[in-house]
């Protein structure tokens, strides 16, 4: 005990030091003697082994579990989960965060067991478990992903054989719903097999995990090459690696392919996992990454063909990271549909180029491309937010129908069945 609380003591003084505060102590041959009045730590030898924690002026802090972390009074008010201050059964706040003094302080603090027990100024009194603390604190999440994924290259996904799901199975077992979802969520990609090649069925499919997102192109969709469409997805033209509507504000989360019918040659599907390849610019170029994580740019669909007329514009950057964990979580990738670059300054434009170049040319590399022929009875499922879809150009009649989901209902369904998402 002793000697753990020196080493933090030291620890947490080298901190100090870095900060250029309390130079002088390191000339004290005696400073461990002079510590202890500057900072007083309260420890425990009960249950929570290796718990110290102190009652700064302006915060709390806390050190547990080989965490160290730090607390604002305000927070630990506000996240009171006694009864007058949150319902459980709603898993709703009910106090008033405005109610609370930004000058709050606790009154006294005490450590019982594993609860530390604050009691504020009027007396209400506040009570945290150390575990739901390391948990819920800002250090705790820093340091856990949000979505644990298997990032990979062609080698590596048809290394992994990952199964598909029989249609039988997907549909009326809970068991093949969460196989399929945790192949989903792990690699991005994910199929349903011997599926009655209708629209029907696909749409089935799509239902039992998830709301269809309707959107311009329709709630399920259903296309050939008859340029119905003002976009080359309707030609049978290649289409080199993409992510769908970028120019949307919030781009389509999941995409559903079943191909209906195809009398002809060609029209293989690309798919490229877009976070390996940009795993691959963050380790080579860290400061490209973080240029194209920092630049918004707009997409657009401009749309005059028959009927149809719209105008969507999105914009955000190619990378999106969460900033407390810097983990990826969506990539919007595409050449066709990026607009004019007008949201950069004119000394940033061309780095960002050097760094677009960078990321092309790892989602180009022919060993990140993973080629398959869809055929009907296999649907496949895209996470558009992560991997990049293309296709081969082809001759002859070829019928594709498919759907966007709603990427919040997918997960929805994914942590209804344990999964993390
Ligand atoms: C799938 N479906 C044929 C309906 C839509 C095609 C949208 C194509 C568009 N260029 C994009 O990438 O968003
Ligand atoms: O025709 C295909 O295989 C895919 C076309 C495409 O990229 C799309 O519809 O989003
Ligand atoms: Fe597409």
């Known amino acids: 005990m ?66 160290v972390m730090r607390f604002d009074y305000v927070w630990l008010r506000d996240h009171c989960r006694s009864a007058s201050c949150y319902n459980t059964k709603t898993h709703q706040r009910s106090l008033d965060t405005a109610s609370v003094d930004l000058c709050i302080k606790p009154k ?5 067991e594993t609860t530390l027990f604050f009691t504020w100024p009027d007396g209400h009194v506040t009570r945290y478990d150390l575990d739901w603390l390391v948990k819920n604190s800002y250090e705790g999440q820093k340091q856990k992903v949000i979505q644990p994924r ?34 989903f969520l792990l690699y991005g990609i994910a199929f349903v097999e011997n599926v009655p090649p209708t629209q029907d069925h696909t749409e089935k499919l799509a239902k039992r995990i998830s709301l269809i997102r309707e959107t311009i192109y329709g709630r399920m969709w259903y296309f050939t090459s008859d340029f119905s469409r003002g976009d080359t997805a309707y030609t049978k033209l290649a289409l080199d690696r993409h992510t769908d509507t970028t120019y949307f504000q919030e781009p389509c989360g999941v995409q559903v392919f079943h191909c209906l019918k195809h ?48 105008h969507m514009i999105g914009v955000g950057p190619v990378l999106n990271v969460y900033p407390w964990n810097k983990e990826l979580y969506l990539i919007r990738y595409n050449n066709y549909d990026r607009a004019i670059i007008n949201t950069v300054p004119y000394d940033v434009v061309h780095r960002w180029y050097i760094a677009h170049r960078t990321l092309t040319i790892e989602l180009r590399r022919p060993e990140n491309e993973f080629w398959v022929k869809l055929k009907p009875g296999r649907v496949l499922f895209i996470d558009n937010w992560r991997v990049l879809h293309g296709r081969e150009c082809f001759t002859g009649y070829r019928q594709l129908c498919g759907c966007y989901l709603t990427r919040d209902d997918v997960l929805n369904t994914a942590r209804l069945l344990g999964l993390q998402a």
């Open 108 to 112: 006294t603090i005490r450590l019982d």
């Open 150 to 183: 298997i990032l990979w290259n062609a080698e590596i996904y048809q290394q992994a054989q990952v199964p598909s799901v029989d249609f039988q199975s997907f549909l009326e077992t809970n068991k093949g719903l969460k196989k399929f979802l945790q192949n």
């Open 263 to 310: 009398e002809g040659t060609g029209g293989r599907t690309l798919l490229v996992d877009g976070f390996y390849a940009a795993e691959q610019v963050l380790q080579k170029a860290p400061e490209e990454f973080e240029l194209l994580s920092k630049v918004p740019l707009k997409h657009e669909y401009i749309e005059n063909v028959g009927e149809c007329h719209n």
């Open 2 to 67: 002793w000697c753990h609380r020196l080493s933090y003591l030291q620890s947490k003084l080298q901190d100090l030091l870095k900060g250029g505060v309390l130079c002088w102590a390191v000339q004290q041959p005696n400073f461990k003697r002079l510590f202890p009045l500057a900072i007083r730590w309260h420890h425990t030898t009960s249950k929570a082994q290796n718990c110290a924690w102190q009652q700064h002026e302006d915060h709390f802090e806390l050190q547990y579990a080989n965490t």
